[in-house]
């Protein structure tokens, strides 16, 4: 069965960092996607950031323009965690955060929710002005 749980949230102030680890049990990533997704209360869910693999061993990367320059997506391949890195840390970013990912042997390059078959429950981000 598999499992994704998210850990790394807190609470900073405006400019600090934070960096969010997804620790994703009985999961193989490879021909397949994960990504991050936020949602801030009474706000619809959207997308941060998306890696990707097609099966050829190398991965991929979309970074929301909302965030780009500020947050970078990877995996630590040995531990099978996927990590966000997030800098600059702004009010707007606050919410809760999402690691979802494909089905093996499905990939998408997309931050539709939609395409994801699996998500963790979430960890709080919250930052201060």
């Known amino acids: 069965q598999v499992q994704l749980v998210e850990s790394g949230g807190g609470s900073v102030q405006a400019g600090g960092s934070l960096r969010l680890s997804c620790g994703a049990s009985g999961y193989t990533y490879g021909r397949s996607s994960m990504a991050w997704f936020r949602q801030a209360p009474g706000q619809e869910r959207e997308g941060v950031a998306l890696i990707w693999d097609t099966g050829s061993g190398r991965s991929n990367y979309i970074i929301a323009d909302h965030v780009k320059g500020r947050f970078t997506i990877f995996r630590d391949s040995d531990k099978n965690i996927l990590h966000l890195q997030m800098n600059t840390l702004k009010p707007e970013d606050t919410g809760t955060y999402y690691c979802?990912?494909?089905?093996?042997?499905?990939?998408?390059?997309?931050?539709?929710?939609?395409?994801?078959?699996?998500w963790g429950p979430g960890t709080q981000v919250t930052v201060s002005s």
């Open positions: 979802a990912a494909t089905r093996e042997g499905r990939w998408y390059a997309s931050l539709h929710g939609s395409a994801y078959d699996y």
